[in-house]
C-alpha cells in the first residue's frame, strides 16, 4: 500500500481551503507547559486569517504547494499540497481558473488547556461553498513555529452545538481519553474505521455512515470489483482534538486513512482516470487501480448513557492522496 508521509503531502481534494495562523502572546507562552492558559487571542486569531489566506491564495494561483506548506498541516495540509500537485503537472502554467478567496463571519473559538499542541477552532463564511460553514482546526507544537491549518469540514449553518464557555468565553479542551464521552476522542479513528468496515459501533445513521456503507456496498459491477480498507490515522500531525459541548458532550475533529482499490475482470479494463487522479497515479493502470485517500471528519460525540449514545458525524471531506496503478 502507498505510505503516507508527513513531507509527502500527494492530495486532490474538491474544495478551495483557507485557514488561520497567528503569533502567541506572552501571557500564552508563560508557564503553558504547566498551566491552563487560553492557547491564544481573538485579535490574534483575526490577523492570522488574513496571513494564511494570503498564502493560499499564492499557493492557488500559482499551483505550487511551496508558497503555503508553512500554513498547513495534518490532514489539510496534505490534501491541500497533492491538490496543488496534480494542478501543476495538468497546468504547468498555473490555476487557469483561480478565484482569490475570501473569508467572512469568522467566529474564532479558543479553549484553554495546558501544555503543547496548542490549537484553535474557526468557523467562517467563504466566497464559495454554498451556504455551509466552514470549519477549521489550527494548531502549532511550539511558540517558535507558525499555525497551521489542521482540519477542513464543511457543516450546515446552525449545525455544530454550541460549545461549553467560561465567564471569559473561552472553551473547554477535552482529553482524548475522556471516560465520559461515548467514544473516547482518541478512539473515534479506530472505531470509525472498524464501522465503515463492518457496519459495527456506536455512530448515528446519516451521510457518512449508514448511507456511505450502502453506497459502497452498490460500487461492485459485472466486471469490475471494488474494494475498500479503512485504517486509523491519530498519529503526530493527524491527532483528533476535541471541544466540549454546552451539554457536556464533546465536538471531535479526527481523521482517517482509506483506500479504494478497482480491479477489473479478465478482458476488461479499470475505467480511465481523470487527468487530476492521473496526474498523483505511479505504475500503469492495467487490471487495477489503488486510490489512496485522507479525510477530515468532525463529530458530535455523546455523554454515556445521553440519548442513544451514539456518535454523530456532522462532516467528512476526503481527499486523493495519491494512487497506484497495477
Not at 474557526?122 to 517558535?144: E, P
Not at 479504494?260 to 498523483?280: D, H, I, R, Y
Not at 493502470?285 to 471528519?297: D, G, I, R, Y
Amino acid at each position: 500500500m502507498i505510505r503516507l508521509r508527513r513531507r509527502d503531502r500527494n492530495a486532490l481534494i474538491a474544495v478551495v481551503l483557507t485557514g488561520v495562523s497567528l503569533s502567541a502572546s506572552g501571557c500564552v507562552v508563560i508557564h503553558g507547559e504547566r498551566e491552563v492558559v487560553p492557547t491564544t487571542t481573538p485579535a490574534e486569531a483575526a490577523e492570522a486569517v488574513r496571513e494564511f489566506t494570503a498564502a493560499y491564495n499564492k499557493a492557488d494561483k500559482a499551483y505550487d504547494s511551496s508558497l503555503d506548506a508553512a500554513y498547513t498541516t495534518g490532514p489539510l495540509g496534505v490534501i491541500d499540497a497533492a491538490r496543488l500537485k496534480a494542478g501543476r503537472i495538468t497546468d504547468p502554467g498555473g490555476n487557469p481558473n483561480h478565484q482569490p478567496l475570501a473569508l467572512s463571519d469568522v467566529k474564532v473559538t479558543i479553549p484553554k488547556k495546558a501544555g503543547w499542541p496548542r490549537w484553535f477552532v474557526a468557523d467562517s463564511q467563504a466566497n464559495r461553498g454554498g451556504s455551509s460553514r466552514w470549519l477549521m482546526v489550527f494548531t502549532r507544537n511550539d511558540v517558535a513555529e507558525p499555525w497551521q491549518a489542521a482540519y477542513l469540514t464543511l457543516v450546515a449553518p446552525d449545525a455544530l452545538p454550541a460549545f461549553k464557555r467560561d465567564a471569559d468565553g473561552y472553551a473547554e479542551a477535552v482529553s482524548l481519553d475522556a471516560p465520559e464521552l461515548s467514544v473516547s476522542p482518541g478512539r473515534l479513528s479506530a472505531s470509525y474505521a472498524e464501522y465503515l468496515g463492518t457496519g459495527q459501533g456506536l455512530f448515528a445513521d446519516g451521510a457518512y455512515t449508514s448511507v456511505l456503507r450502502s453506497a459502497r456496498e452498490k460500487a461492485t459491477r459485472p466486471g469490475l470489483a471494488t474494494q475498500y480498507i479503512d485504517e486509523p490515522l491519530n498519529d503526530s500531525d493527524y491527532r483528533p482534538v476535541a471541544l466540549r459541548a454546552a451539554d457536556g458532550g464533546a465536538v471531535v475533529f479526527f481523521s482517517g486513512h482509506n483506500y479504494t482499490k478497482q480491479t477489473a475482470a479478465a478482458g476488461t479494463a479499470v475505467p480511465a482516470p481523470n487527468a487530476s487522479v492521473k496526474a498523483l497515479t505511479t505504475g500503469e493502470v492495467k487490471q487495477s487501480l489503488t486510490m489512496e485517500f485522507v479525510s477530515n471528519v468532525v463529530a458530535v460525540d455523546p455523554m454515556k448513557g445521553v440519548g442513544d449514545g451514539k456518535v454523530k458525524l456532522l462532516s467528512r471531506v476526503e481527499g486523493l492522496t495519491g494512487a497506484k496503478g497495477e
